[in-house]
């Protein structure tokens, strides 16, 4: 199904076209012949980290939507394969921001809603992120920053009941938050409200009660896991138990 959203983005989006010079400082942050490259470029053959440069280079505070229209599906095949075309994996989207949906139509919405949902199933399905160092909560501050719904990732991620996502899961618990600050994202790209979210999700009662099922499993199980592994589970299955006893 993510193969098909990306394959219809390249479709959908085929329209832009991109007219005068790239909302890019070629100054210092990319050369002009480099600029100058990106823009004749077949979208599906920008290499990452041309794009990388663009991307992560100075810019207006919000890049005109044709520009923004003609990239769009590079970024979501780049993504979609754990190529993140920046140097950091939370900042992917960052073009897209600030957003404003009027300058969508219904069509372009609706495929800026399959995306991150397909996309979230997908790094759900596989375990580890095939990126280095990267992690889900890389993943879910990179989608909040793109201005995604991540209430409804998270009602996805609470119905996929897989030893892939329980791992996710784990990661989440012990390494997504600050070790001296359990209300801070490990990462300095997540802010307080989205650390706020993912906290209640995890403390909540529902959520605990489908995780606790698939890490026993994952402990009493031969699933080839280290044992780092299974200790980092056997803690959290002990936390999710004693404070599902109120002890």
Request: charged letters at 25%.
């Amino acid at each position: 199904m993510l193969t098909e959203i990306i394959d219809k983005s390249y479709e959908l989006f085929a329209k832009y076209h991109l007219k005068g010079q790239l909302e890019i400082c070629t100054e210092c942050c990319m050369t002009p012949e480099a600029a100058a490259k990106l823009a004749s470029l077949p979208v599906r053959q920008i290499p990452k980290d041309l794009l990388a440069e663009y991307n992560d280079g100075a810019k207006p505070d919000k890049t005109t939507v044709e520009e923004v229209k003609h990239f769009l599906p590079r970024y979501f095949d780049l993504v979609g394969q754990f190529q993140f075309p920046t140097h950091s994996a939370e900042l992917s989207f960052s073009r897209l921001i600030p957003f404003d949906k009027s300058e969508w139509t219904k069509e372009e919405l609706e495929l800026l809603n399959q995306f991150p949902r397909e996309y979230f199933k997908h790094c759900l399905s596989i375990y580890p992120i095939p990126s280095f160092n990267d992690k889900v909560d890389s993943v879910l501050i990179m989608l909040w920053k793109a201005g995604f719904d991540i209430s409804g990732l998270l009602t996805i991620w609470e119905n996929e009941k897989t030893n892939q996502s329980a791992l996710h899961f784990r990661d989440l618990y012990f390494h997504g938050f600050d070790q001296y600050n359990q209300t801070k994202l490990f990462s300095a790209f997540g802010d307080k409200k989205l650390a706020e979210i993912l906290r209640n999700w995890l403390e909540n009662e529902a959520v605990k009660k489908t995780f606790t099922g698939i890490i026993e499993q994952l402990i009493i199980g031969d699933n080839n896991l280290t044992d780092s592994d299974i200790n980092e589970l056997n803690l959290l299955y002990d936390i999710i138990q004693t404070k599902k006893n109120g002890l």
